[in-house]
């Protein structure tokens, strides 16, 4: 069973920046991409980034593009979220999640486990 645990969620200022960590536990971490997501109340979840099992590939929503970076430690089986220059409307619950085997993917249905999600506030 596999376990994903984020954390690096808080309250930040507008401009500011928060790096988001998500520890996984339970099988061959390197073996399978993984992507993050955020989800705001009312709003469906959208598609954040995803990286692949070795680190070389990485997409990003172009809402974050050049913002964000996601980037993974296959060692210390954690991926990361760097968010820098956040905005008001980045305001959401942040959940990371594994995908299967040798899809990347930016849809949340190719995602097969899920973290209990960290929360963003950004304040204008």
């Known amino acids: 069973q596999v376990q994903l645990v984020e954390s690096g969620g808080g309250l930040v200022q507008a401009g500011g920046s928060l790096r988001l960590s998500c520890a996984a536990s339970g099988r061959a971490f390197s073996n399978y991409p993984m992507g993050w997501f955020r989800q705001a109340p009312g709003k469906e979840r959208e598609f954040v980034a995803s990286?692949?099992?070795?680190?070389?590939?990485?997409s990003y929503a172009d809402s974050v593009k050049g913002r964000f970076t996601i980037s993974r430690d296959n060692a210390k089986n954690t991926v990361y979220l760097q968010m820098n220059s956040l905005r008001p409307e980045d305001t959401s619950a942040y959940y990371c999640?594994?995908?299967?085997?040798?899809?990347?993917?930016?849809?949340?249905?190719?995602?097969?486990?899920w973290g209990q999600g960290t929360q963003v506030t950004v304040s204008s």
């Open positions: 990286i692949s099992g070795s680190g070389s590939i990485t």
């Open positions: 999640a594994e995908g299967r085997y040798g899809v990347r993917s930016i849809h949340s249905h190719d995602y097969n486990y």
